[in-house]
């Protein structure tokens, strides 16, 4: 029997980070929802770190956790990751996830994850096609680059209400929100600011998992006025330098299909096209059928 359970505990979390954890040791060159994007997600979306007893479920067996979802019900989109050989029913979950959606349902799967898609299509789900571009970049091969005069530093807690701004708002949740994450435990980056005259033109930040000795680049903002300069290839080269000075072996970023001039910018640095995420969609009228005995969703006592 298979589970989907809803979080509980801050436990039921350390297990969604050690299934991804273990998909990125099994191929680390390959581009992966990384444990740090599941930290991203928590941190710095919605209402705070505690929104992921919401949308977080942990797919279990006798073997233990096996897998992990995530589900937006508001927008009727979901993803799951199943580690391999681990006997799980990918129809099973994925009929059980959309009993807790309405109306049009969205699946997210990489284009490599060849099974899950096959999985998604025995359900009657139909592709819609491409969401995201996902590039990694082998620091094996990344080369120190000339930045200039660009003054870049490490970001500190008086720069937090400046680099929202930038990047989500000016909005003090945004601060706030973005405060909580840089005094969270889960908070292990390489998060650097380039001043231009004294003013934060630009952010990036690599979210680093020391385990798996890859990261994530996840936030990549720059004033528009600061745009076309120079500024942020400098900084996420600077960054790059960083990690593999630390011993990183790969880092994964991704961004959206049709943003050509991020897609550029990543490939300028060294990063390489390693996958695509791929969008399925079904109704809910179309129904999703599934033997009762499969899998079941269940809330821990």
């Known amino acids: 029997m298979t589970r989907v ?28 929802y990384h444990p740090c994007g599941l930290v991203y997600n928590r941190y710095l979306f919605g209402d705070g770190a505690d929104d992921v007893f919401e949308y977080g479920r942990v797919i279990e067996t006798r073997q233990g956790v096996v897998g992990y979802a995530q589900l937006e019900a508001d927008d009727g989109l979901f993803m799951f990751r199943v580690l391999p050989h681990s006997g799980v029913r990918l129809g099973g979950v994925i009929a059980r996830i959309t009993r807790e959606l309405s109306g049009k349902i969205v699946a997210e799967v990489t284009e490599s994850d060849t099974r899950q898609s096959a999985a998604l299509r025995r359900q009657g789900f139909r592709e819609l096609g491409t969401s995201r571009i996902c590039l990694v970049c082998n620091l094996a091969g990344h080369v120190d680059r000339d930045i200039g005069e660009t003054d870049i530093r490490a970001v500190t807690d008086d720069d937090a209400e400046r680099v929202a701004a930038i990047g989500v708002g000016t909005d003090a949740r945004n601060t706030a929100l973005y405060r909580a994450f840089m005094r969270s435990p889960y908070y292990n980056a390489v998060d650097l600011v380039a001043r231009v005259d004294g003013d934060v033109a630009a952010h990036v930040m690599f979210l680093t998992d020391d385990e798996t000795r890859t990261a994530l680049l996840e936030f990549v903002v720059c004033e528009e006025r600061y745009r076309r300069r120079g500024v942020t290839k400098a900084l996420i080269s600077q960054g790059l330098s960083q990690l593999k000075q630390r011993g990183f072996e790969y880092v994964c970023v991704s961004t959206g299909f049709s943003n050509a001039a991020a897609i550029g910018l990543y490939k300028s640095v060294g990063f390489a096209q390693s996958d695509r995420v791929i969008q399925y ?19 821990r006592a």
């Open 281 to 299: 969609s079904i109704q809910k009228s179309s129904g999703v059928t599934i033997h009762e005995n499969d899998v079941s969703v269940v809330r």
């Open 5 to 32: 359970l809803r979080l509980t505990d801050e436990r039921d979390f350390l297990a969604m980070l050690d299934v991804e954890r273990e998909l990125v040791r099994r191929a680390p060159q390959r581009w992966h």
